[in-house]
């Protein structure tokens, strides 16, 4: 009887670890597979599950803590580069706080097969955009780098920040940390990538005058930034870096330190830092020389050239293929538990510590002092520029005109 009764004890426990490891379960799926969603079962429950029609819910469940949520694009011929880019994003750069937006039924049917945050942003798009890879520049590849855009506008209005990536990103530290670095040492509203391109003709002001990347950015959400990107989309048929460049000193101003960031804000205009060059002297995408963990890396973008099959070329030679085909990690990463036995670590990721530590710094990466005097100029010039028109309306910053060239100011 004594060992029936033991038997009986021990079937009880067994049921109850049972149904304890079954309700454990579901949590256990999620937590190993928050950088590879697409190796979990399609029938996990994800907590963004079922919410590719509804922004504002897929925004709350998605959002960090601190109300930053990372905005990605999709289209199925270049899975293997947004998978690479989001795992790098959650792995190295500690952030699992984004959403991916499609355009196409398909593109949308595969994300949704992938278990990524998917969002039907079709109606965003001015012209049809397939699950192709579209090349650089064309009406396609514009309409969807248009509708990320619009996008933000959107999450902007929300009340959320918004950190925004294109596919072809690699991620090498922490991003949320290292942007708000950024924006505690010179009170700026937004950061983006420095690119530097000028004409030749000091007289000529017709040309393009290339100051930043529109492909990543860290936006926050106030007045200030959401009147910036309202006029940012106020003229959809220019490529969106070409319309971003020709608003400096109509919608916003570059600034490098709180007093000149300050004064920019002073006169309502949102106040952009720009980060330093991704390589000494230029963002064009080149083999490392010295330390591939340099401060001034938070992520490489492929720049300067376009084409899919280039930048696959330059992802191997780089050494920055985190992923396979399939999304599976090749390379194992103890500290975050991904890859597994038998796979090398990779030899240089994650990069330690912070990017752009040295922020008081010049935008070419050498450490700097914006003086005192410097700023006060700065902020004397917006002042007379302010009073060089009455009918300038001061809560607005500029003057509404009908003609876009000279709304812009180019």
Not at 61 to 67: G, Y
Not at 347 to 370: D, R, T
């Amino acid at each position: 009887m004594i060992g029936n009764i033991r038997s009986n004890v021990n079937r009880a426990h067994l049921c109850c670890l049972v149904l304890v490891f079954a309700a454990l379960l579901p949590s256990l799926v999620l937590t190993n597979h928050q950088d590879t969603p697409w190796l979990a079962p399609e029938d996990t429950s994800f907590p963004y599950k079922g919410l590719e029609h509804n922004l504002v819910e897929l925004v709350k469940v998605q959002a960090s803590t601190s109300k930053w949520i990372t905005l990605m694009t999709f289209t199925g011929a270049i899975k293997r580069f947004v998978l690479n880019c989001i795992y790098s994003m959650t792995t190295f750069g500690r952030q699992p706080h984004y959403l991916v937006a499609t355009f196409d039924p398909e593109s949308l049917a595969l994300c949704i097969k992938l278990n990524l945050p998917c969002y039907n942003a079709s109606s965003l798009s001015q012209v049809r955009i397939t699950n192709e890879a579209h090349p650089f520049d064309t009406p396609a590849s514009n309409a969807l780098w248009w509708a990320k855009q619009q996008l933000t506008f959107e999450i902007l209005s929300m009340g959320y920040n918004v950190h925004g990536s294109d596919a072809d990103v690699v991620y090498f530290r922490e991003i949320l940390p290292s942007y708000q670095h950024i924006f505690d040492q010179t009170w700026a509203d937004g950061a983006f990538l420095m690119e530097e391109a000028v004409t030749e003709n000091p007289e000529d002001f017709e040309s393009y005058i290339n100051l930043m990347n529109a492909g990543v950015y860290a936006l926050k959400s106030s007045p200030r930034v959401l009147k910036f990107v309202h006029h940012w989309l106020r003229n959809l048929e220019e490529m969106d870096q070409v319309r971003l460049n020709n608003l400096m000193g109509a919608a916003y101003m570059l600034c490098e330190s709180r007093a000149m960031c300050h004064a920019s804000k002073r006169h309502h205009k949102a106040a952009f830092y720009r980060h330093p060059h991704i390589f000494p002297g230029t963002s064009c995408t080149q083999p490392f020389e010295g330390d591939p963990c340099d401060e001034r890396r938070l992520y490489i973008h492929f720049l300067c050239e376009s084409g899919w099959d280039r930048k696959a070329g330059a992802w191997s030679d780089m050494q920055l293929w985190l992923v396979d085909e399939q999304g599976v990690p090749l390379w194992s990463n103890p500290a975050a538990g991904v890859g597994g036995a038998g796979k090398p670590t990779h030899p240089f990721l994650p990069c330690q510590g912070l990017a752009w530590q040295n922020v008081g710094m010049s935008p070419n990466g050498g450490v700097g002092c914006v003086v005192m005097q410097e700023a006060a100029m700065f902020s004397d010039h917006l002042t007379l520029m302010a009073h060089a028109d009455s009918s300038q309306d001061p809560k607005v910053g500029f003057k509404e005109k009908p003609d876009a060239k000279q709304e812009d100011g180019v």
